[in-house]
């Protein structure tokens, strides 16, 4: 299952910065992670300062 950034983001680029395999990047408003590359591996979700991060 890959990870998915709610409404709660910030745009603060925390989580990008801790992507392993740089499946997050910053999209319309707020910072998108990109399922195909995302290995699930719930780093970004451990960086998210205001929780945004959940599993799909």
């Given at each position: 299952m890959a990870?998915?950034?709610?409404?709660?983001?910030?745009?603060c680029g925390a989580c990008a910065g801790s992507c392993p395999v740089g499946a997050i990047a910053e999209g319309?408003?707020?910072?998108?992670?990109?399922?195909?590359?995302?290995?699930s591996c719930g780093s970004c979700a451990g960086t998210c300062p205001t929780g945004a991060i959940t599993e799909e």
């Open positions: 990870f998915v950034i709610g409404d709660s983001c910030v745009s319309d408003g707020k910072f998108e992670i990109d399922a195909a590359a995302c290995i």
